[in-house]
C-alpha cells in the first residue's frame, strides 16, 4: 500500500504546479443549434492553460485575460473560438458536426474520443445490435459486425463455449483471447477447463465466462484491433482489445429525470440442420440387414420385412418380457430428428435510469432461460447490474458500478467423437448415424430393473442416446462479481486525475455426473461416475493516471496521460472425483465407493495460480488544426511469470491520423468528398508466457498404483516438461495504415485498413524427442506474420422522408507465414498425429494428419492391394483451416415506423477436418450414399503399389467404410465455404404521437431470427453441416469431431419505456 | 528537479511493487525437486517399467498370433504413433529416473534399489533394441543440452546393457543400508533379483547368438553357474492388485475383457488352435489361458442373418492351405484370423477372453456365460506379466543345446519347462482365488499324456532343426501373455515355423523385423531417420529375408 501512496505523491508533486494570475471572471452559456445547453463543453483560454467546462446547463464561469480568445469545443461539435469582449457572453450556439467526422469512440482507458484523432482502427458495435435478441452470449452476437472480428462456438447447444479471435491468431501457443475491458476495467472472459483437459476432448462442454455479461445492459461495444489502440494496456491487449460500456456503467443521462423500460422476448431455439437420411436403406452391411453400427443393409421394401426384436435377448427376457418373440419392421424410423426438441429462449429486462442536478443512476435486472435443443441442455442467467456517479464537489467526481451475475449451465456430455461412441461420453457420438432401421425414439432406453441403458446391439456395447441424454450431465454454475469504484479529480482546468479499482471474481462449481448402468466409457464411467470442481478467480485492477489537455497555441493541442496500472490474477481450485454409485440417481460424493483427487486424465483437480502484472505508461497526442494528430504512447511492462532477468519490457506505439478535408480549403466543403482520413500507425507489444514455466520441481504422483496387498505406491520423477529459466516474452510490432471517409453527400462511407503484424520469439511449447528425457520443453523461437485487410463499405441507397435503406459490407483476409522454426512442424492444438501444425512457410495452424501414400513418379494417390487407400507412415499437411476471406453484408431498410434488417455472412474456402461428414458417409446413413449399393466399385484417379492404374473393386460399403471414413484422415477434409443468413429482424416502433397521450415513452415490438438458414456448398450435399461449430478452441480451428447440429431461433421481443 | 524527483518516486514504487514476483516463480502446486527421495524414484522406474513392458509386450503378441493383428498388410499395421507411449515411458520414466537416483542412493547406501533400477533399464534397453535396432543412448538423455541425440549402434548398447547387468549383480551383493520401500517384483530379495539379473543376461546372449561367436561361451558359463530362474519362487513377474479404479491397478488385459458390456480383446486363431486341436489331445493349459463366452456359438446365433453378421468368416473360404486353422476353433473359440482387416462385428458377448492365466480373469469351466455374469467368478485383475518364467529358461536351454552344443538334454529340459509352466499355471487360478473344480483341474496323468506327445516328437524328430521347432512350439505355448520373447523367438529361430498366415498374404507384404521409429522419435528428432520399411532386421537378426511370415 505504501508504494501506492508513493504514486499518488509523486502524481501530485507533478501536476500541481500552476500558479493564477489577476484576470476577469466572463460567464457564459453553450447552447445546441436546437438551443439545449450543451453540459461538459470544454472552454480554454486560447494561449494559456486556462479553462473549463460547462455545467449541466451549459453554463461556464472562466478568468482570463481581458479580450482573451476562448475556444468552445465539445464532442460532436464543431469547434467555435469567442473573444471575451465582456465579463458576460451570453448564449453562445455551437454547430452540429460532421457525423462521420466527429464520431465520438471509447478508446483505451475508457476515454472518448473523437474518431478523426486516432491513427488506429476501432469498431464499434452499438447496443441496437446486440439488445433484444436470441442469443444471451454477446459472442455469438458479434458475429460478422466488428470487421476483424472472428467467433466460433464449440456447438449449438445452450451456452456453448465461445471462441473469440480479433484480427488473426498471431501466437503459436500463447493465448488468442481479446482482453475484455468492461466499463474501464479487466474482466475475464475466458473458459476454464478446470479437469485438465483444455480444449479438445471434454472442451466443448464448458461455457466461456463472457457468458456472464448481459447483452441487454450493453450500451456499446469497442473493438480495439491493433496494438496502436491497446499499447496503454500493455501485453494484455495484445490479441485486441473488446471494451464494453454498459448502460449501467455508461453514466448516462435520461431523457428525464426518471425513466423505466420493460422489454420481454420470446423465442424459439431449433436445430438448424440435420442430414438428409436415406428412406432407401437400412441397418446392416453387405446389403445384408442386421443390427450393425452401419447403415449398410438391405433396401426397404413397400411392405417392410419383419425381423427378431433386438430387445428379444437372453439379457433382457427377464426385464422385458413383452418383448420375448416379439418382431420389428425393418422401416425408416426418423430416430435422428425426432430426438431433438424445440427449446424456448425467454429474456425478461427491466432497466431504470434516473438523474439529479449532480448524480447519475443506472440499474438494470435480466433474467434469460435459455432452453436448448437437446434434452436436458439449458442455459440461465440472473444479471443484476447498478452504476452510478456523483460530482461531490466542483473539482471531485465518484462513480462506481456493481454487477452481479449468477448463471447455470447444463447439457448432457458432449465430447468428442471419432464416429463411433466417445472415450469422454458425447450423446452425439452415437447418434447421428442410427441406422434408419432402429427406431430409438420408439423402444425403451433403459432397463426398467437396474436403470441402466440398454439398445439395440446384442452385446448391448452402444450407449443409448435417450439414456446418455438423461443420465450423463454436465453442469456448471457460477456466481460473479465485478464492479469498480472511480474517482476523478479535477486539479484544475485541463488537468485532471483517476484512480480506478476494480474488482472481478467469481466462483464456478464444475460438475459431472454420470449414473451407473452406462457402457460408455470404460470403468471410469460405467459403475457411476462423479467429479466435482470448484474454483475461485478474482482480478484486482488498480489505475492511477492523470490526463492533462492544453491548447500550445491556436493552432496546436496537447493531451497527455500518465499512469500506472497493476493487475493480480488468482486462481485456485479443488476438486473430488468419485466413482462406483451405491444408489442410482443419487450424486453426492458420500453415494459413491471410490474417490480420488485427480481427473479421469491424471491431472490435479488441485490447482492453485497466482500472477501479477504492473505497468507504467503514457500518452501524448498532439493535434495540429484540427486536421493532422500525431499519438505517441509507451509502455513499461514487468510480468511475474519469467526470471528477474526477463520480466520487464519496455514498448513504443507512434500513430498519425491527417483530414485532408479539414487541411484544404479545396476540400472543406465539398459534396463529394465529405469527409478523408488517413492513418497509419507502428506500434509494439509482448506476450508473457503461463507461469511455472522456469523453475523445477517434482512431479510428485500419490495413489499412482494399489498392488495386491493393498500398498498404495507413490512416485516422483523429473517432471517430463524441462523448465526453461531464459524464456523471454514474444515481441510483437504490427504497423496499420488506413483511409477512412464518406462521399457523395455521405452516402458512401468507406473504411480501409492494412496491418502487417510480425510476433518474434515465439514461446513454443516445443514437444521433444523422449530420448531427451523430456516430453516438451518451452522455448523462444519462430516467427508469425500476419498481413490483413479490413474493409467496410456502407451506402446509402434511399435516403428521404419516409424510407431509409442501407447497405454495410464488411470484408476482411488475413495471411500468416509461419518462419524460422527450427523444427519440421509443431503440432500446438490437437493430438500429436492429427491436429494444427506450425511449418516454416505455410499459413499457422495448417491440419496434419494421416495421409493417402502418393506414387513417386504420378504423383496419384495408391491403394493397397484390397483397393483401399495405403496411409503414409508419416503425417502430413492435409489441409488449411485459414478461410481465403470473409464477407458480411447487412441490410437495413426503413419506412415511416418499420425498420426491416439482414445480415448475410460469407466464408470463402478454409478446411474443416468434419467427423461427422466422415461418419455419415461411411456408415451409409445419409442420401449421399443412396445408389446402387450392388454394384461394386474402385477409388478412380488412384494407383496401385507397382505404379499401374487402379482397378481393384470393392463393395461400395467396403470403400465408404474401411478406406472413406475411419481409415485415413485426409478423407475427412472438406471445403468449409459457408453463406449464412445470420440475422433478419423486422420491427416496429409506436408513432411517438400516439403516445403522447399515455404514460409510455416508447413502445417497439421485433420480430427477428439468427441462424436462418446456411449453406456449405462444397460437403457433400445431404450432410448438412454447419462448419462454424468446432470441436477445437483456443488456438486451433478446423477440427470437428461430431459436435452436433448448430441452433436456429426465431421469436418477437417487446419494449415498453415509461 | 521536481521531474528528477518524480522519476525516482515512480522508480522506487515500480521496484518495490515487482519485487515480490520472484515468490510468484515456484510452481505452487508441487513439491521441489529437492524434496525428492530414492524410494519415490524407484517406484516411477518400477511403474514406467510395467507400462513399457505392456506396450511392447503387446505389440509381440499381435504379431506371433497370441492376439489378433488387425489390419490387412504389415505395412499399416503400426502407424508409428503407436510407439510413442513405450518409448517416452523408457526414456522419461525408466532410463530418467534411474539416472535421477544413481547418485543419491549410491551416496545413501542403497544398494537394492540400484540394483532393481539398473536390471529393468537394461532389460528396457535390450527390449528397445530388440524391437527398433539402433537407438539413441550415449547423446540420449540430456534434455535441452541436446535435443537431437543421434543413434548409437544396437550391439554397443546391448553390450552396455549387458555391463549394467553385471553392475546390479555387484550392487546387490551389498547389503543395502535401508531396504526399499516398495519392490512390486520381489519384494526387496536380493538374491532374487541376482538370479533375475543373469537370467536377462543370458537372454540377451542368446539373443545374439547367431551373430556373436563369442556368444556361446559366456551362455555355457551362466548355464554351468546355474544361478538362473529356475524355480517358481525365482519367476521375473510384475504383480497386479484388484484396484478398479483410483487408480486401476488390475492387469491391463482383465480391464480391457472384463468390463464393459463387451470384451475388449480379439484372441489370435493361431494360439487357440494351438492349443487346442494342434496336438492329439488338448492342452490342459487351455481352460486356463482361455475363457469361452458360449460353448457353440452356431447354436447361440440359430438365425442365419444374425450369425452371418456376428461371425461372417463362417460364410467364407479359408483362403489357407489345408492344415491351417481359419475363422473358428472347435464350437467355441473365437477369435480373429491373423490380419483381419474387416470392421468388428457384435460378437463382444461370444468371442473368447482371457482367462485366468495370466490375467486373473476367469476359469473355463464350461460355464458358456458371459465372462462379465455375475456367477462367474474371477480374479479380478490380480494377474501377472509373466516377464521370465522359469520355464523360458528349460526351453532357452534347450535351444542353446540345440544350436550351441551348451550342455543339458534337450527332452528333458523341453520336459522340465512343460512341468514348470504346468505348475505356475495350474496352480495361478488357486493364488488369485479362483476356483477349478475337480472335474476340470488336470490330472497328472492328463499332464504325463502331454509331456509325452512332446517329448516323443523330440524323440521322433530327425533333425536339429525339426527338434528346435518343436522347443519353440513349447516354449510359444509356455509364453502365453509375454509378447517380447515369443516375437524376438520367431525372429531369431523362425519356429514356430506353422504360424497361421496374413489373411490376405498376397498382399500383406513381409513379415515385421523391427518397428518403425515411434513419431515423436522420427517427427522430432532429425537424427533420427524413419524407415522406409519395417523389413529392416536389428543386428542379431541374420536370418534371409521374408523367412517367416
Known amino acids: 500500500m505504501r508504494k501506492r501512496l508513493f504514486l499518488v505523491l509523486g502524481m501530485l508533486c507533478f501536476l500541481i504546479s500552476q500558479s493564477i494570475a489577476q484576470n476577469i471572471e466572463v460567464t457564459g452559456k453553450v447552447l445546441d443549434d436546437k438551443g439545449t445547453p450543451i453540459s461538459g463543453a470544454s472552454v480554454n483560454e486560447s494561449g494559456s492553460r486556462r479553462g473549463t467546462s460547462t455545467d449541466a446547463n451549459g453554463v461556464f464561469k472562466l478568468s482570463v485575460k481581458p479580450g482573451a480568445k476562448l475556444i468552445i469545443t465539445s464532442v460532436g461539435y464543431d469547434r467555435r473560438e469567442v473573444v471575451a469582449t465582456s465579463p458576460q457572453l451570453g448564449d453562445i450556439g455551437l454547430t452540429l458536426g460532421n457525423q462521420a467526422l466527429n464520431e465520438v469512440v471509447v478508446t483505451a482507458l475508457g476515454v472518448k474520443r473523437e474518431k478523426k484523432a486516432l491513427g488506429y482502427a476501432v469498431s464499434t458495435v452499438d447496443k441496437k445490435d446486440l439488445e433484444l435478441r436470441p442469443d444471451g452470449d454477446v459472442g455469438h452476437l458479434l458475429q460478422g459486425k466488428a470487421p476483424g472480428v472472428n467467433i466460433s462456438q464449440s456447438s449449438g447447444i445452450s451456452g456453448a463455449q465461445t471462441n473469440i479471435v480479433v484480427r488473426a491468431v498471431s501466437t503459436i501457443t500463447g493465448s488468442s483471447t481479446p482482453l475484455f475491458i468492461v466499463d474501464g476495467m479487466v474482466f475475464d472472459g475466458g473458459a476454464n477447463n478446470p479437469n485438465g483437459n483444455s480444449g479438445f476432448d471434454y472442451g466443448n462442454q464448458t461455457s466461456s465466462r463472457f457468458l456472464d455479461l448481459d447483452p441487454n445492459n450493453i450500451e456499446s461495444i469497442s473493438v480495439l484491433k491493433g496494438l496502436s489502440a491497446s499499447v496503454l494496456y500493455g501485453e494484455n491487449a495484445r490479441n485486441g482489445v473488446i471494451l464494453v460500456t454498459t448502460k449501467t456503467g455508461s453514466n448516462r443521462r435520461p431523457n428525464k429525470k426518471m425513466e423505466v423500460t420493460v422489454s420481454q422476448s420470446l423465442f424459439v431455439n431449433k436445430v438448424a440442420g440435420l442430414p438428409d437420411y436415406t428412406d432407401k436403406y437400412g441397418g446392416g452391411f453387405d446389403l445384408a440387414p442386421s443390427l450393425a453400427f452401419s447403415n449398410w443393409g438391405a433396401a426397404f421394401k413397400a411392405t417392410p420385412d419383419s425381423f427378431n426384436h433386438p430387445y428379444s435377448r437372453a439379457a433382457l427376457n427377464a426385464v422385458l418380457p413383452e418383448y420375448v418373440g416379439k418382431k420389428y419392421a425393418y422401416k425408416p424410423y426418423n430416430s435422428v430428428e425426432n430426438f431433438f426438441r424445440t427449446g424456448l429462449v425467454k429474456t425478461t429486462n427491466v432497466g431504470m435510469s434516473a438523474s439529479g442536478n449532480n448524480t447519475t443512476f443506472n440499474m438494470s435486472y435480466t433474467y434469460m432461460d435459455d432452453k436448448g435443443f437437446l434434452p436436458n441442455n439449458y442455459l440461465r442467467k440472473n444479471n443484476f447490474s447498478m452504476g452510478g456517479t456523483a460530482k461531490l464537489t466542483n473539482k471531485l467526481t465518484m462513480s462506481g458500478t456493481f454487477n452481479y451475475a449468477a448463471t447455470d449451465f447444463k447439457t448432457p456430455q458432449i465430447g468428442t467423437s471419432s464416429g463411433s461412441s466417445s472415450g469422454t461420453g458425447s450423446v452425439y457420438g452415437d447418434l447421428m448415424y442410427t441406422p434408419r432401421s432402429i427406431d430409438l425414439m420408439g423402444w425403451p432406453y433403459k432397463n426398467p430393473v437396474t436403470q441402466g441403458s440398454i439398445y439395440y446391439r446384442a452385446d448391448n456395447g452402444m450407449q443409448n442416446p435417450r439414456w446418455t441424454a438423461e443420465n450423463a450431465i454436465n453442469e456448471q454454475a457460477s456466481h460473479r462479481f465485478f464492479g469498480n469504484i472511480n474517482a476523478t479529480y479535477e486539479i484544475m482546468k485541463g488537468l485532471s486525475i483517476a484512480y480506478k479499482f476494480g474488482l472481478d471474481t467469481y466462483d464456478e462449481t464444475q460438475a459431472l455426473k454420470i449414473n451407473k448402468g452406462g457402457t460408455s466409457g470404460g470403468a471410469t464411467y460405467i459403475n457411476g461416475f462423479y467429479r466435482t470442481i470448484a474454483g475461485t478467480s478474482r482480478i484486482l485492477t488498480h489505475n492511477l493516471f492523470a490526463t492533462y489537455e492544453t491548447s500550445l497555441s491556436s493552432s496546436f493541442n496537447l493531451r497527455t496521460t500518465v499512469g500506472a496500472m497493476s493487475i493480480d490474477n488468482y486462481y485456485s481450485q479443488a476438486g473430488t472425483r468419485s466413482s462406483n454409485q451405491l444408489v442410482f440417481g443419487l450424486f453426492d460424493h458420500s453415494n459413491f465407493v471410490t474417490h480420488d483427487i485427480v481427473s479421469e486424465n491424471g491431472s490435479d483437480l488441485d490447482y492453485k495460480r497466482a500472477v501479477k502484472s504492473f505497468g507504467l505508461f503514457g500518452e501524448a497526442s498532439l493535434e495540429y488544426k484540427n486536421s493532422l494528430y500525431l499519438n505517441l504512447g509507451a509502455r513499461q511492462s514487468w510480468f511475474s511469470t519469467l526470471e528477474k532477468d526477463n520480466r520487464k519490457l519496455f514498448y513504443p506505439s507512434v500513430s498519425v491520423s491527417f483530414l485532408p478535408t479539414s487541411a484544404i480549403e479545396a476540400l472543406k466543403n465539398s459534396d463529394v468528398i465529405n469527409m478523408l482520413k488517413i492513418r497509419a500507425g507502428y506500434a509494439t507489444s509482448a506476450n508473457f508466457p503461463s507461469p511455472y514455466q522456469t523453475r523445477p520441481y517434482l512431479q510428485s504422483k500419490t495413489n499412482a498404483f494399489v498392488d495386491a496387498s493393498g500398498n498404495v505406491i507413490n512416485t516422483g520423477g523429473i517432471p517430463n516438461f524441462s523448465p526453461n529459466p531464459n524464456i523471454r516474452p514474444e515481441l510483437l510490432s504490427e504497423l496499420e495504415v488506413g483511409i477512412e471517409g464518406s462521399f457523395i453527400n455521405r452516402r458512401l462511407t468507406l473504411d480501409l485498413t492494412l496491418f502487417n503484424r510480425s510476433t518474434k520469439d515465439q514461446i513454443l511449447n516445443k514437444s521433444l524427442d523422449p530420448s531427451t528425457g523430456y516430453d516438451q520443453t518451452v522455448v523462444n523461437a519462430g516467427t508469425v506474420t500476419n498481413k490483413g485487410i479490413e474493409l467496410g463499405l456502407g451506402y446509402t441507397v434511399v435516403r428521404n422522408r419516409n424510407w431509409n435503406w442501407q447497405l454495410q459490407g464488411n470484408f476482411n483476409t488475413y495471411r500468416s507465414r509461419v518462419k524460422d522454426l527450427t523444427e519440421d512442424y509443431i503440432i500446438y492444438a490437437g493430438y500429436s498425429n492429427l491436429g494444427n501444425a506450425a511449418i516454416n512457410g505455410k499459413p499457422l495452424g495448417v491440419i496434419m494428419g494421416s495421409a493417402i501414400t502418393r506414387d513417386d513418379k504420378s504423383g496419384k494417390r495408391v491403394v493397397d492391394g484390397n483397393g483401399y487407400w495405403l496411409t503414409d507412415p508419416d503425417i502430413k499437411v492435409i489441409g488449411d483451416p485459414n478461410p481465403d476471406y470473409k464477407l458480411t453484408g447487412i441490410s437495413t431498410l426503413s419506412y415511416k415506423q418499420f425498420s426491416f434488417r439482414m445480415q448475410w455472412d460469407f466464408t470463402k474456402g478454409g478446411d474443416l477436418y468434419s467427423g461427422t461428414a466422415s461418419a455419415l458417409l461411411a456408415r451409409g446413413v445419409t442420401k449421399d450414399t443412396e445408389f446402387d449399393r450392388a454394384v461394386p466399385t474402385y477409388w478412380k484417379d488412384a494407383v496401385k503399389q507397382d505404379g499401374t492404374p487402379n482397378d481393384i473393386m470393392q463393395s461400395a460399403n467396403n470403400l465408404y467404410f474401411s478406406s472413406l471414413g475411419f481409415y485415413v484422415n485426409e478423407m475427412n477434409i472438406f471445403d468449409a465455404t459457408l453463406l449464412r443468413l445470420r440475422e433478419a429482424s423486422l420491427s416496429y416502433a409506436l408513432p411517438a404521437q400516439m403516445l403522447d397521450k399515455t404514460p409510455f415513452g416508447a413502445v417497439s415490438i421485433t420480430f427477428s431470427g439468427q441462424n436462418l438458414w446456411y449453406n456449405a456448398p462444397n460437403f457433400p450435399k445431404h450432410i448438412h453441416l454447419d462448419p462454424e461449430t468446432s470441436s477445437l478452441l483456443g488456438n486451433g480451428r478446423g477440427f470437428e469431431f461430431i459436435t452436433g447440429p448448430s441452433s436456429r431461433r426465431y421469436g418477437a421481443s417487446i419494449r415498453v419505456s415509461f | ?549
Open chain 2, 1 to 549: 528537479m521536481k521531474y528528477f524527483i518524480i522519476g525516482a518516486l515512480i522508480a522506487i514504487t515500480a521496484s518495490s511493487c515487482v519485487k515480490e514476483y520472484d515468490g510468484l516463480l515456484e510452481n505452487p502446486n508441487y513439491p521441489s525437486l529437492s524434496s525428492a527421495d530414492p524410494d519415490l524414484y524407484l517406484n516411477d522406474v518400477q511403474l514406467g517399467f510395467k507400462d513399457f513392458y505392456s506396450d511392447a509386450s503387446d505389440q509381440g503378441a499381435l504379431l506371433t498370433r497370441q492376439e489378433t493383428l488387425f489390419g490387412i498388410t504389415y505395412y499399416n499395421a503400426f502407424t508409428p504413433s503407436s510407439f510413442d507411449n513405450e518409448w517416452s515411458k523408457a526414456y522419461t520414466a525408466v532410463f530418467k529416473s534411474t539416472d535421477a537416483m544413481i547418485g543419491p542412493a549410491t551416496e545413501a547406501g542403497l544398494t537394492t534399489h540400484l540394483g532393481i533400477t539398473k536390471t529393468l533399464k537394461a532389460y528396457t534397453m535390450i527390449t528397445l533394441v530388440d524391437y527398433f535396432g539402433n537407438i539413441p543412448y550415449s547423446e540420449a538423455l540430456k534434455g535441452a543440452e541436446n535435443t537431437t541425440p543421434a543413434l548409437d549402434d544396437a550391439a554397443t548398447v546391448y553390450a552396455t546393457a549387458i555391463a549394467l547387468l553385471d553392475e546390479a549383480i555387484t550392487d546387490f551383493a551389498t547389503a543395502p543400508k535401508k531396504a526399499p520401500a516398495n519392490d512390486l517384483f520381489y519384494a526387496g530379495n536380493r538374491t532374487k533379483w541376482t538370479t533375475a539379473a543373469k537370467t536377462i543376461k543370458l537372454k540377451a546372449l542368446m539373443s545374439t547368438r547367431l551373430v556373436d561367436a563369442t556368444a556361446k561361451d559366456k551362455i555355457a558359463a551362466l548355464i554351468t553357474e546355474n544361478d538362473l530362474i529356475d524355480t517358481e519362487a525365482e519367476d521375473f513377474t510384475f504383480k497386479f492388485g484388484t484396484r478398479a479404479v483410483s487408480p486401476d491397478s488390475r492387469h491391463p488385459k482383465f480391464a480391457s475383457d472384463y468390463t464393459g458390456a463387451g470384451a475388449g480383446n480379439t484372441m489370435g486363431t493361431y494360439l487357440m488352435w494351438s492349443l487346442y486341436a494342434e496336438k492329439s489331445m488338448i492342452d490342459p493349459r487351455i481352460r486356463f489361458y482361455l475363457y469361452r463366452q458360449s460353448l457353440d456359438i452356431v447354436a447361440a446365433l440359430p438365425n442365419v442373418v444374425d450369425r452371418q453378421f456376428t461371425v461372417p468368416c463362417l460364410f467364407r473360404n479359408s483362403p489357407y492351405a489345408a492344415g491351417v486353422p481359419h475363422c473358428m476353433v472347435g464350437k467355441a473359440y473365437l477369435g480373429r484370423d491373423h490380419g483381419n482387416g474387416e470392421g468388428s462385428p457384435p460378437d463382444g458377448l461370444l468371442r473368447t477372453v482371457f482367462g485366468v492365466y495370466p490375467a486373473a480373469g476367469a476359469f473355463d469351466a464350461d460355464q458358456g456365460k458371459n465372462r462379465a455374469d455375475a456367477t462367474v467368478a474371477n480374479g479380478r485383475g490380480a494377474g501377472i506379466f509373466p516377464i521370465w518364467m522359469s520355464s523360458f529358461t528349460e526351453f532357452l536351454k534347450a535351444e542353446a543345446a540345440l544350436t550351441l552344443g551348451t550342455t543339458g538334454n534337450v527332452n528333458t529340459l523341453v520336459e522340465s519347462g512343460i512341468r514348470k509352466s504346468f505348475a505356475k499355471v495350474f496352480g495361478f487360478a488357486t493364488a488369485v482365488g479362483v476356483p477349478v473344480p475337480e472335474a476340470f483341474a488336470p490330472s497328472q496323468d492328463t499332464q504325463d499324456d502331454y509331456v509325452d506327445i512332446v517329448t516323443n516328437s523330440l524323440t521322433a524328430a530327425t533333425t536339429a532343426d525339426a527338434k528346435l521347432n518343436i522347443v519353440m512350439k513349447e516354449y510359444y505355448l509356455a509364453a502365453f501373455g509375454n509378447g517380447i520373447e515369443t516375437f524376438n523367438n520367431y525372429r531369431r529361430t523362425g519356429k514356430p515355423s506353422n504360424m497361421q498366415p496374413m489373411l490376405d498374404a498376397s498382399n500383406a507384404g513381409s513379415f515385421i523385423r523391427s518397428f518403425f521409429y515411434p513419431a515423436a522419435v522420427a517427427n522430432l528428432n532429425p537424427n533420427v531417420s524413419q524407415k522406409t520399411t519395417t523389413t529392416v532386421k536389428v543386428f542379431w537378426d541374420n536370418n534371409p529375408d521374408n523367412f517367416i511370415n
